[in-house]
């Protein structure tokens, strides 16, 4: 399979007389890269993961290396392209260890005999610093633990494209930053694609390598994120007067000064 990433064209969605996103043609998303979809609340980040994972009626024509994700039934798109939303279903009374198994029967991958599918499930497990989380149940589950074995479910089923809605919005300061760190690493030795819907703009400058910018469902701007995330785009976007500055460690961060009335 050819590893020519990610193509969406012609991204529409609508729900009765309101258009949410407006025929959006993005550049390719290419494999091996973590791309940021940034913009205010309302913007459409959520839908356009939605409408790229096939969750909701879109005129999107999706390629990922080659395969035309949009004519294939859901249940054969899901092995390919994994949607994590930020809302993850209601939990239910099975043990840590057995959702990941599971998960991977579902995405139709291939047995290799039981032990071999337990310790990957524990490899798994042990890349987010939660193994010791196995053998509990999920309903007893904190929405922070909830939310690392959902993304450690996701990276199990191993596809070719990850999109994660607001992956870090449960989680606290130090996994936030360990689970992008995991994503960068684990999305560049794959070479897969990975979209995340992030609001910390100094995550998203530090830790993705490129970024789209939307507001209103359409795009505003995209490129490599230490060149999108700038004063002049911050202020269009977000209404604020913001600084992009650089730390002792030569690191870019942004500081925000206010908002525009």
């Known amino acids: 399979m050819s590893k020519s990433g990610l193509s969406a064209r012609h991204v ?4 009765g007389h309101r258009t949410v996103l407006h025929d959006l043609n993005p550049a ?3 494999c091996g890269r973590v791309c940021a979809l940034l913009g205010p609340n309302g913007s459409g980040k959520s839908t356009f993961l939605r409408a790229v994972a096939g969750i909701v009626p879109s005129p999107a024509i999706i390629t990922l290396n080659g395969m035309e994700l949009s004519r294939m039934p859901l249940a054969r798109r899901t092995r390919h ?3 994590l939303p930020q809302a993850l279903p209601a939990p239910v009374h099975l043990q840590v260890l057995e959702s990941l198994i599971a998960a991977r029967h579902v995405n139709g991958m291939q047995a290799m005999g039981k032990t071999g599918v337990i310790d990957e499930a524990l490899e798994t497990l042990a890349t987010f610093g939660i193994e010791d ?3 509990r149940y999920m309903d007893e589950l904190s929405g922070g633990q909830r939310q690392l074995v959902g993304l450690a479910q996701a990276l199990g089923r191993r596809p070719d494209a990850l999109l994660l809605d607001e992956p870090l919005s449960a989680l606290d300061l130090h996994h936030q930053f360990s689970v992008m760190a995991i994503v960068r690493r684990t999305t560049a030795a794959r070479g897969i694609v990975t979209m995340i819907v992030l609001h910390d703009l100094n995550i998203a400058v530090r830790m993705t390598d490129d970024a789209i910018i ?3 469902g359409r795009l505003i701007a995209a490129g490599p994120s230490r060149t999108v995330i700038s004063p002049e785009l911050l202020q269009q976007t977000y209404g604020i007067h913001a600084r992009v500055e650089t730390c002792s460690r030569g690191e870019p961060f942004v500081m925000v000064d206010g908002t525009i009335d």
């Not at 529409?12 to 729900?15: E, I, L, P």
């Open 12 to 15: 529409s969605v609508s729900y």
């Open 28 to 30: 390719p998303f290419p």
């Open 81 to 83: 392209c994994v949607y």
């Open 133 to 135: 989380l196995a053998m």
């Open 214 to 216: 939307m507001r209103d």
